[in-house]
C-alpha cells in the first residue's frame, strides 16, 4: 500500500477514509485532524487554558501531544488512582504520565486520591455500595468530581479528555441498548459548560482507537500497554469487539454509526438537548453541582466513612 | 517460518502470505491490532517473509 499523500510505502491503513499514508504524512494528518474537530464543534480557542486529563495510556498521552503541537494552552492532570492489581498499575502509569511531562517540560497536575480522601479506589469499592460489583462505577464519580474541582480550583476553562471514537461508539451502543435517552442526549464530543462544572470535550472523538494507538507508536509515547486490572469482562470492551467485528465486515461501520446518532440528536431525534443547569443542585459540602438538593453522590461516599458508616 | 506475537500469545504461519491472511489465520481482526516488525508499523497487505517476527499491539483498551 502507498502513501495518498507522497507514494512512499504506507504505515496505516484506514478503510473506512479509503486512505493510506506513510509516517510522516499520518503524523501531520492527526493533528490536522484534530484541529479540524476543535473548530467544528467549537471546543476551545488558542486563548483558553485546557486541562488534559491524562492516565498515562495512549489516547491521553496523545492528545496532549498533539495540542501541544497544535500550540494551545494545554497543562496534564494525573489521578493517583491506588490501583496496583499485581502490576503496579496505577505507579506505573503515573511513572509514564509524569516521564511524558518532563521530557517536553509540560506541568501536570497531580492529585492522590488516597491522600485527598482516605482510601484508595479499590478501598472504596470494598466499602460502598456503588462499588460492590466492581470499582469502575466508584472510579468515575471519583475521577468527574477530582477533574472537575481541579480545573475550577485552577482556573481551567476547559477540560479535555481522550476518549477516541471506539470509546464513543461503545458508550452509544451501550446506551442505545436501553434506550438511555438521558445519556443519550447528553453524549457528544462537548458538554458545555454550567455554574460549578468545567466544559468537557472529546477532541479525539472521531479518530478510531487504531488511529491513536498508531500515532502513539509512531510518536515513539511510552504509555502503559496494560490493561486495567479492572476492567475484565467490562461490557464497554465486549461492546468494542462486537463493533470491530461489523467494521471488519463493513469498513466505516463504527464512524458512521457515531456521526449519524451526532447528527440525529441534533435534528432534535431525543428531544430537545439537555440544559443541564436547569436540572442541578449546589453540593452543600463541595459546592459541585448535582441533580438532587443536597450532598452529591461523592461527597455522600466521604461522610459515610468519616460518620464510620 | 514467521512468528507472530500478541501479548503472552505466539503464533506461527507459514511465510509467502500476506499479513491480513495471517491474521485470518489465527483468528485476530486486523481492526483490533497494529503490526510491528523490526520497530516499523506495516500495513495489512505486507507479505510476510521467512523469520519474520511482527509484534500484534492491542489498541483495545477502557473498561
Known sequence: MKCKKCGQKAAVNMPQHHLGLCREHFLEWVPEQTERFIKKYAMFTHQERVLVAVSGGKDS?????????????????????????????????????????????LTLHVVDVQAETGKTIPQWAETTLRGQQKPCAVCGMVKRHEMNRIARDLGYEVLATGHNL???????????????????????????????LARKVKPLCRFYEREMTAYALLRGIEYIYEECPYAVGASSIRYKELLNQLEHDQPGAKLTFYLQFLEARQQGLFGAEAQPEAALHPCPRCGQPTSAPGLCSYCRMVTRAEDGE | MVKLILRQQEFEVRPGMALVDALKKVNILPETIIATRNGEVITEDEILQDGDVVKLVAVISGG
Open chain 1, 166 to 196: 471506539d470509546d464513543e461508539a461503545a458508550v452509544l451502543f451501550g446506551n442505545t441498548l436501553h434506550w438511555a435517552l438521558d445519556y443519550l442526549r447528553r453524549q457528544g464530543p462537548v458538554l458545555r459548560e454550567t455554574s460549578g
Open chain 1, 61 to 105: 498521552l496523545s492528545l496532549w501531544d498533539i495540542l501541544c503541537r497544535l500550540g494551545y494552552q494545554a497543562d496534564g492532570l494525573y489521578i493517583a488512582l491506588g490501583i496496583d492489581g499485581g502490576v503496579r498499575y496505577s505507579a506505573e502509569s503515573q511513572r509514564l504520565a509524569e516521564k511524558f511531562a518532563a521530557e517536553r517540560g
